[in-house]
């Protein structure tokens, strides 16, 4: 039994001419960081898309746990276990903090039209359940007392944190973190660094996209290098910090 | 006093379609211009179904809502993957549709017409008929339909709709199945404008396809973004206003010749400053754009 929780098998995907991801493999350990970086348009955001089924691949396959998801849509990738947290943070603004994180609820037969009609005791326990176990992440991001504030009057940070705490509460296999430092103060980022290596203690599996080397560096287990969407690197961050490479990328001159 | 009691039935039936009207355009943030083509087609099924069967009105009453919310499968499936404008006009012409069916399939329909004769409903024998009984008859149903519309809205389903308006990617990257939750959406409305064409065409006893046409479609989504849309109480003061208007008008002895005309004015003019000074309408929460 192996423990790899994602792999990725010679995926290829291009936006007409231009080839945004060639011929990428990769896999990702349970309960480990992956670190992904690269320069704008390197093909980091995509490979997200590709992940969570926004985008098709045009030739390769995703397995989640062993199981092939290439062709699965969105949803239904969300519902086995794979939780994004996007570069433009997204929540429900005008829904409070509480009502966003249950919104990522799994029980799926609570939400058809009629289900009031018929399940009335179970969507009572079951939303006692819920609420119970969304304010649990609510807390871990330190959000607790901002359970009925309105999303949109929290501050960005917040926002970031309530986003979080939302992919969080749905229990993920693999948590999908697209830049969740940028836009954010010192102080901030310091605190979601700690929540990321919280979340790593308490055995999460996460790829990280982030622009901040340092950061990426001191969270991840392992780094992956992109260039014009080609893997470069795959390796210990340690190692990258010495290599000649992860300079020659960012200053754009690395020869293909 | 008749004619209070009509207007307040009126009010009833409108209360109903502007609350379904609600379900797609405040909740989900789906523009339908076709709601007047349900509120039609549960009206033709029902007096057809009464006129050409003689089937009660509490047998014809379902399979119209049945009727409807398959019928709705037709704008609905090629609709949810069609966005913005391109939605708006499948619905444009699943109304243009339905009316020319209605206007021309003259052996089921009568066609221009119309279908006359159509029996009250009768309950245990007792005969529903004239405004006054027939006030208490519907306004019995749009509380029964207050009632499944504010349960239905408030669940988790309500909810799951509103995340869909807000933001249909983070819907979806949460698991939620944006197709289907949009074809519930459908259904549901679709099923509620049946109960008002069946209340309406069981209380005029004579129907004919002009009540439904995209003029009516309109007028629904004028109540709807001037009462303000994406809660209960907006739709329900947006029925109040624009039923009773016109019913004012009359009062101002303008000459029968030029008061449809005013009337249309008065929409859109109405329809224009909302849009421009308060785009969330009376009392609503959600502002289209």
Redesign the interface.
């Known amino acids: 039994m192996s423990n790899i929780v994602l792999k990725i098998d010679s995926i290829e995907k291009s936006f007409g001419g231009l080839k945004a991801v060639r011929e990428l493999s990769l896999f990702v350990n349970k309960g480990e960081i992956l670190g992904m970086i690269g320069p704008n348009g390197s093909g980091k955001t995509t490979i997200f898309n590709i992940i ?1 089924g ?1 985008l098709k691949p045009d030739r390769g396959k995703i397995f989640l746990n062993g199981t092939d998801i290439t062709k699965l ?4 990738r ?2 086995l276990g794979i939780g ?1 947290l ?1 570069q433009d943070v ?6 409070t903090a509480i ?1 966003n994180v ?5 029980n ?1 037969s ?8 018929f399940k009335i005791n179970r ?1 009572k326990n079951e939303k006692k359940k819920l609420t119970e176990e969304a304010l649990k992440w609510l807390e871990f991001v330190g959000l607790k007392d901002k359970r009925d504030t309105i999303a949109e009057n929290l501050s960005f940070g917040q926002q970031k944190l309530l986003a979080l705490a ?1 992919i969080l509460f ?1 229990d993920p296999e693999i948590i999908l973190l697209d830049e969740p430092l940028s836009g954010l103060d010192p102080q901030m980022k310091n605190k979601v660094l700690d929540l990321i290596l919280e979340l790593k203690d308490l055995g999460k599996t996460i790829i990280v996209i982030e622009h901040l080397l340092d950061f990426v560096f001191d969270m991840s287990d392992r780094v992956i290098l992109l260039n014009n969407g080609k893997k470069v690197y795959d390796g210990s961050p340690k190692e990258l910090r010495k290599n000649h490479l992860l300079m020659e990328v960012f200053t754009g001159n690395h020869a293909e | 006093m008749n004619y209070i009691f009509h207007i307040l039935t009126m009010i009833n039936i409108y209360l109903i379609l502007s609350l379904s009207l609600n379900i797609l355009v405040g909740y989900s943030g789906l523009l339908s211009i076709c709601h007047a083509a349900f509120y039609g087609i549960g009206a033709y099924i029902s007096a057809i179904l009464m006129t050409k069967l003689g089937i009660n009105f509490f047998f014809a009453l379902p399979i119209a809502i049945m009727g409807s919310m398959v019928l709705s499968l037709l704008v609905s499936i090629p609709s949810v993957r069609l966005k913005g404008d391109y939605f708006i006009l499948t619905t444009f012409a699943f109304q243009i549709i339905v009316f020319d069916v209605l206007y021309n399939w003259v052996s089921l329909t009568k066609g221009p017409y119309g279908i006359s004769g159509i029996p009250s409903p009768s309950f245990l024998g007792y005969l529903i008929t004239g405004p006054v009984k027939y006030f208490f008859f519907s306004l019995i149903i749009s509380i029964l339909c207050f009632v499944f519309i504010n ?2 809205l ?4 309500g ?2 709709l ?2 869909i308006r ?2 249909e ?10 197709t289907k ?1 949009k074809i ?2 459908f ?2 409305a679709s099923a509620l404008a049946a109960i008002s064409g069946v209340l309406f065409a069981h209380y005029v006893t004579y129907i004919d396809p002009t009540s439904f046409t995209l003029d009516e479609s309109i007028f629904l989504l004028s109540i709807v973004l001037i009462g303000g849309c994406g809660n209960i109480k907006g739709p329900i003061f947006g029925t109040f206003l624009l039923v009773i208007i016109p019913e004012i008008l009359r009062f101002l002895g303008i000459p029968d010749t030029i008061a449809p005309n005013i009337r249309q004015i008065i929409y859109g003019l109405l329809l224009v400053i909302f849009m421009y000074f308060r785009p969330q309408g009376i009392a609503g ?1 959600y502002k289209f754009e």
Do not use: M, W
Request: net charge positive; aromatic share 8%.
């Open positions: 969570s926004f849509s969105p949803h239904i969300a519902d994004r996007f997204r929540i429900l603004k005008k829904l009502e249950l919104l990522a609820q799994k799926h609570i939400e058809g039209p009629l289900a009031s009609f969507i939302t749905s | 349960i239905v408030k669940a988790p389903f909810q799951v509103k995340a807000e933001d990617t983070l819907a979806h990257a949460l698991g939620k199945n944006v939750f519930q959406a259904a549901v929460e």
